[in-house]
């Protein structure tokens, strides 16, 4: 099953909006319809017509290529979990540290993000971060894609630290 996004335009482009939020707003000017067939733009269209005020076009679209969204949230087991979920998760220290070590006034830190910082949109998602406070290698940073990685990064980390200590 295909799914289509109906996008809603009003008079500025800075306020598009979906069309489902457009329900109860103002109306709005034009309604565009991407979809991969005339056929179903004017189904789509057609949905749409009982909502207020719409100029209608409905056209075939050959050369846009709608791209499938990764998901954006991860829990620590990197499975995709809905934003609100992941909200709770943040807020829960324990579950955010994966480790911490302290090496004279260097701090190395290892948390789970939860959201996807791999912007390439190539490769797996990077939810796990390193980071280094203090020291020659202050602000260093490493991000992962497991928790085991993270570990393991967050070990290699400690010990470049500690070669910068000696």
Same mark, same amino acid.
């Given at each position: ?8 335009l009003n ?5 598009? &909006? ?7 707003? +103002? ?5 565009i ?5 005339a056929? +179903? ?9 009982g909502?207020?005020?719409?100029? +209608? ?5 050959e050369s ?5 969204r990764?998901?954006?949230? =991860? ?14 998760l ?13 090496i004279?006034?260097? &701090?190395?830190?290892?948390?789970w ?5 791999n912007f390439?949109?190539t ?7 390193t ?11 490493? &991000? =992962? ?5 993270? &570990? ?11 070669e910068t200590?000696?």
């Open positions: 099953m295909h799914k289509y996004k109906i996008t809603a008079a500025a482009p800075h306020r598009r &909006r979906d069309l489902l939020e457009l329900a109860d707003a +103002t109306p709005a000017h034009v309604l319809v991407f979809a991969p067939d056929e +179903t733009a004017l189904q789509l269209a057609e949905q749409a017509r909502f207020k005020a719409w100029t +209608t076009f409905a056209m075939r679209v846009v290529r709608v791209e499938e990764r998901p954006m949230h =991860y829990d620590r087991e990197g499975l995709p979990i809905e934003a609100e979920m992941w909200m709770l943040f807020e829960d220290h324990d579950y955010k540290r994966v480790e911490t070590s302290d004279g006034e260097v &701090r190395v830190s290892t948390v993000l939860g959201i996807d910082h390439s949109k490769g797996q998602p990077l939810i796990f971060e980071m280094v406070f203090g020291g020659e290698l202050d602000h260093d940073c490493a &991000r =992962y894609t497991t928790e085991a990685e993270a &570990r393991a990064g967050h070990v290699a980390i400690v010990q470049r630290v500690r200590l000696s």
